[in-house]
């Protein structure tokens, strides 16, 4: 009798078969309108795709084939590019092929799916606004951060109850490496390089995704890879610090966070605070049809928080 697949295994064969994440109606509709306007242009355009994990991945994926651009395969790393590669039009047909939301018949996956691609969407605006002084352009900044938890989310698409037993697991004080062994039967970080590279990912992009234990020092970066690794962590820690802790408790670990990644990147306390005041109002560009519970959750009431605080300095 054969052994039954891994769930590491079954993930694979699952983004073999299904690898494009749902998108948002919001970003559809908002890309349909924007790639039939005159006078389309590619960083208006690039904008909006990456206000949706969805659209960002295909794109990446797509222009990065090996198939469609040969000698650019595994070098796109920022949507503008991609979509210079695959042009305007194949950008308007790729938001036309893209599945929905509505093809997840379970309420609570696809509520869990949204609120991780806010996650990611929060996480790139943060890396976006502390990437000056870095030798990474905005948009590089913008998708290392969002992608920086790619296991996670590909998890949760094709094992939704084993992302939700890992992610118990973490919140329970496991570290995460040791939850996604035991119910994955591989890191997290080993799933994101695999899946990245299967999509011909540049290999900044995929160094990206690698996290840093809590138990390791933070050092200063020598290379643009390694700078952009270490400031999508730190993007990931205030995304968290913003969405789990009480709002009064949050100010004591953004400082613990400056303390860890300040001086590896140049970045000091009040940057940080304005990072995720500034990711608070980019949720203002977002809407119910993105995300129906977007203004209710605990993620956008602390980001909102922030705004507030910046819009009061």
């Known amino acids: 009798m054969e052994n039954a697949p891994s769930a590491f295994d079954r993930i694979l064969a699952g983004i073999d078969g299904r690898p ?13 309108r924007l790639a039939d306007s005159e006078g389309e242009n590619v960083l208006a355009l690039a904008s909006e795709v990456l206000k949706d994990v969805a659209l960002t991945q295909r794109a990446l994926r797509l222009a990065n084939s090996p198939q469609v651009s040969p000698a650019l395969s595994g070098t796109i790393q920022t949507v503008s590019h991609a979509i210079m590669v695959l042009g305007i039009d194949t950008i308007r047909t790729l938001t036309g092929s893209l599945e929905g939301f509505e093809r997840i018949t379970d309420p609570v996956h696809a509520d869990n799916l949204r609120l ?40 949760l698409y094709h094992e939704p109850e084993l992302a939700e037993g890992i992610e118990t697991r ?15 039967g591989a890191p997290y970080d080993d799933l994101a390089q695999r899946v990245a590279t299967r999509w011909s990912f540049p290999a900044s992009l995929v160094a990206a995704m690698r996290s840093i234990p809590d ?99």
């Open 215 to 313: 138990r390791i020092a933070v050092q200063r970066p020598a290379t643009k890879e390694g700078a952009m690794r270490v400031l999508a962590s730190l993007a990931h820690c205030l995304c968290s610090i913003a969405e789990e802790l009480p709002i009064e408790q949050q100010p004591v670990a953004i400082a613990r966070a400056t303390r860890r990644y300040g001086p590896a990147l140049g970045t000091g306390e009040r940057a940080m605070r304005d990072a995720l005041g500034i990711a608070g109002f980019k949720l203002r560009e977002l809407g119910p049809a993105d995300d129906p519970a977007l203004v209710s959750r605990p993620l956008t009431v602390a980001l909102t928080h922030w705004a507030g605080a910046a819009e009061n300095v």
């Open 170 to 184: 973490r919140l329970a004080g496991w570290p995460e490496d040791a939850a996604s062994r035991r119910l994955l």
């Open 116 to 155: 991780e691609f806010l996650r990611a969407y929060v996480r790139g605006t943060i890396a976006r606004d502390l990437c000056g002084g870095l030798p990474i352009l905005s948009e590089e900044a913008f998708v290392s951060a969002a992608f920086h938890r790619l296991a996670r989310m590909v998890t």
């Open 20 to 32: 494009d994440f749902p998108a948002s109606p919001g970003a559809l509709r908002r890309i349909d």
